[in-house]
């Protein structure tokens, strides 16, 4: 049964920091990239970060560049993205979700994820 749980959400004033975790099981966490997604209230998702697990190689969208970071730890299965900075847009349910990749490269194309977890909530207050 595959699962994705995110977790390490909560409130934060502007300028603090939240690490949020994504642990994987049930499927083959080698053969994925492992991206990290947001949603917040009246807008679509996007994405944010990605990374593939089997090489390290990363993606930040523009609006986190510089202050969120991917990682992940393949012995456990989990990727993390520790934000740093935080601003109130920030603010949104916070998503991780799994792609099966045939390449090196990652991407954060809400379409064409293979599976999601549920999210954690952040919200940045001003």
């Known amino acids: 049964q595959v699962q994705l749980v995110e977790s390490g959400g909560g409130l934060v004033h502007a300028g603090g920091s939240l690490n949020l975790s994504c642990a994987a099981s049930?499927?083959?966490?080698?053969?994925?990239?492992i991206g990290w997604f947001r949603q917040a209230p009246g807008k679509e998702r996007e994405g944010v970060s990605c990374?593939?697990?089997?090489?390290?190689?990363?993606y930040y969208a523009d609006s986190v560049k510089g202050r969120f970071s991917i990682s992940r730890d393949n012995a456990k299965n989990t990727v993390y993205l520790q934000m740093d900075s935080l601003k109130p847009e920030d603010t949104a349910v916070y998503y991780c979700?799994?792609?099966?990749?045939?390449?090196?490269?990652?991407?954060?194309?809400?379409?064409?994820?293979?599976?999601w977890g549920k999210g954690t909530l952040v919200t940045v207050s001003s």
């Open positions: 979700a799994a792609d099966l990749i045939y390449n090196d490269y990652c991407n954060t194309l809400v379409s064409g994820m293979d599976y």
């Open positions: 049930g499927f083959t966490f080698s053969y994925y990239a």
């Open positions: 990374i593939v697990t089997s090489t390290g190689f990363t």
